[in-house]
């Protein structure tokens, strides 16, 4: 899967035959990049292993190995080996809060209604960037987030 420079493979390897597939494929890739003089930067190339039963292969591409990793930003959300939505949760959190202290420490004199529009502008796309793909259902995750919305909810009623 191709996305602007991003290119993505992944596939279930939970056989030593689909491990196989998955390294054929990036033999493939490597093969193509040769050939058309576009070499992958396979620093830059990770492996995120899913779920407790994966066996965790070793993938070469272009004759070197591919790191592995736990966790992966792609367009913005956090993907885990685990696929907790957690991370993408205290990344929004982190982020929100920045975003409302600024908006406290530099218009302290607006009115309500500005200060709701700059909450919408600011702070609500924070938040919903990407929710769907992350989803939180765990209800910590719920809180945190739902958190963020109260927090300006009060600021804005002093």
């Known amino acids: 899967m191709k996305f602007a420079d991003d290119s993505k493979l992944w596939g279930s390897a939970n056989t030593e035959e689909y491990k196989i597939k998955i390294q054929n494929d990036l033999n493939i890739l490597s093969d193509w990049a040769k ?5 992958f ?7 995120l292993h899913i779920g407790n039963k994966n066996n965790r292969a070793d993938y070469k591409l272009m004759e070197q ?23 993408n949760c205290s990344k929004v959190q982190k982020s929100s809060n920045i975003m409302m ?6 218009v302290l004199t607006i009115p ?5 529009a700059l909450y919408k502008m600011l702070v609500r796309p924070l938040i919903d960037y990407c929710i769907s793909a992350w ?9 945190q987030i739902e958190g963020i919305q109260k927090r300006f909810t009060k600021s804005i009623n002093l």
């Open 35 to 39: 050939i058309n003089h576009m070499p």
């Open 135 to 143: 989803r939180p259902y765990a209800k910590r995750d719920i809180t």
């Open 65 to 87: 190995n591919i790191t592995e990793t736990t966790e992966e930003k792609d367009l913005g959300a956090y993907f885990t080996n685990t696929f907790k939505s957690r991370l």
């Open 112 to 116: 309500v209604d500005w200060k709701l």
């Open 101 to 106: 202290g600024l908006i406290r420490r530099n």
């Open 41 to 47: 930067n396979v620093s830059k190339c990770k492996v």
